[in-house]
T-cell receptor, first 114, second 113 residues
Framework: GAVVSQHPSRVICKSGTSVKIECRSLDFQATTMFWYRQFPKQSLMLMATSNEGSKATYEQGVEKDKFLINHASLTLSTLTVTSAHPEDSSFYIC??????????FGQGTRLTVV | QKEVEQDPGPLSVPEGAIVSLNCTYSNSAFQYFMWYRQYSRKGPELLMYTYSSGNKEDGRFTAQVDKSSKYISLFIRDSQPSDSATYLCAMSEETDSWGKLQFGAGTQVVVTP
């Protein structure tokens, strides 16, 4: 299958700082990328959908000013958690797809805000 | 009420046994049904997907969908210790929304040698 790389895999940051997470499709051009959040023992929850060159579409209840998504190219999307707080600590996963085919997931980023 | 319900387990089975997993859902608009496997601290990996109702088999894996009951199942035959992982069901309303999925909470499966 296609490869989606997410970086970093783990990050610890201080409360109030911002953290950027990168999602790259390594061997295909991703027209659409998705960002999910997963709390322990809970399901993956879709946060937002991003299409290359356009603004992201956020799911209800997700603060777009707090979770900034940029899909600047067909191989890269970034999620920036601004002014992070301990309650933002979670597992963030991206997925990427092209032309309505299967979505491939990155390996996830474990964010811990202290 | 969650759109997709899945028993989190853990489900422990001896090697060689059949693993039976299931999910129920409430949204009748779901058309595509997927099963993902997720190892600890990794992203989900697609195992199988089916459209609408029916059965699908791939090697040791069989997926079943019963839309009338809003119930889907995954069976793993001749289970191996390497099958130990968390299994997530996922569903979507449209074929062009592979990424816009509704996930179950995942069932942790442990296959003991």
């Amino acid at each position: 299958g296609a490869v989606v790389s997410q970086h970093p895999s783990r990050v610890i940051c201080k409360s109030g700082t911002s953290v950027k997470i990168e999602c790259r499709s390594l061997d295909f051009q991703a027209t659409t990328m998705f960002w999910y959040r997963q709390f322990p023992k809970q399901s993956l929850m879709l946060m937002a959908t991003s299409n290359e060159g356009s603004k992201a579409t956020y799911e209800q209840g997700v603060e777009k000013d707090k979770f900034l998504i940029n899909h600047a190219s067909l191989t890269l999307s970034t999620l920036t958690v601004t002014s992070a707080h301990p309650e933002d600590s979670s597992f963030y996963i991206c997925s990427a797809t092209w032309g309505g085919t299967e979505a491939f997931f990155g390996q996830g980023t474990r964010l811990t805000v202290v | 009420q969650k759109e997709v319900e899945q028993d989190p387990g853990p489900l422990s089975v001896p090697e060689g046994a059949i693993v039976s997993l299931n999910c129920t859902y409430s949204n009748s608009a779901f058309q595509y049904f997927m099963w993902y496997r997720q190892y600890s601290r990794k992203g989900p990996e697609l195992l199988m997907y089916t459209y609408s109702s029916g059965n699908k088999e791939d090697g040791r894996f069989t997926a079943q969908v019963d839309k009338s009951s809003k119930y889907i199942s995954l069976f793993i035959r001749d289970s191996q210790p390497s099958d130990s992982a968390t299994y997530l069901c996922a569903m979507s309303e449209e074929t062009d929304s592979w990424g816009k999925l509704q996930f179950g909470a995942g069932t942790q499966v442990v296959v003991t040698p």
